[in-house]
C-alpha cells in the first residue's frame, strides 16, 4: 500500500522560497504532484509530474514554481520562489496509481505580506 510523507511547509515572508518534499514508499513509480487549498477554497492542482518527467503547473504558479523527482529515492519535490500571500494554504501531495489518487496529509505553506 502506497504512503505518502510530506515535509518542508513552514511560515515565510511574501518574496521567500520553500521547498515541500513528498516521499512515497511502498510504489513503483507513478505520476506525482501537488494540490493546494486555501482556507474557504477548493483544492487546486498546482504542479504534477510523469514518472519520466515530464512537468505542468497551474498558471498561477509558472515561472516560480518548480516541481522535480528522484526516482531512485521515489521522491517528488516542489521548488517554490517567489513566493505571494495567495500562495498560502495546505499542500497535499499525490501519487497517481492505478486506480485512484492516492493523498498526504498535507503541509501548511503560509506566506506573509
Known amino acids: 500500500q502506497v504512503q505518502l510523507v510530506e515535509s518542508g511547509g513552514g511560515l515565510v515572508q511574501a518574496g521567500g522560497s520553500l521547498r515541500l518534499s513528498c516521499v512515497a514508499s511502498g510504489s513503483s513509480i507513478r505520476p506525482m504532484g501537488w494540490h493546494r487549498q486555501a482556507p474557504g477554497k477548493q483544492r487546486e492542482l498546482v504542479a504534477k509530474?510523469?514518472?519520466?518527467?515530464?512537468?505542468d503547473y497551474a498558471d498561477s504558479v509558472k515561472g516560480r514554481f518548480t516541481i522535480s523527482r528522484d526516482n531512485a529515492k521515489n521522491t517528488v519535490y516542489l521548488q517554490m520562489n517567489s513566493l505571494k500571500p495567495e500562495d498560502t494554504g495546505v499542500y497535499y501531495c499525490f501519487y497517481s496509481a492505478y486506480i485512484s489518487d492516492v493523498w498526504g496529509q498535507g503541509t501548511q505553506v503560509t506566506v506573509s505580506s
Open positions: 509530474i510523469t514518472s519520466g518527467g515530464r512537468s
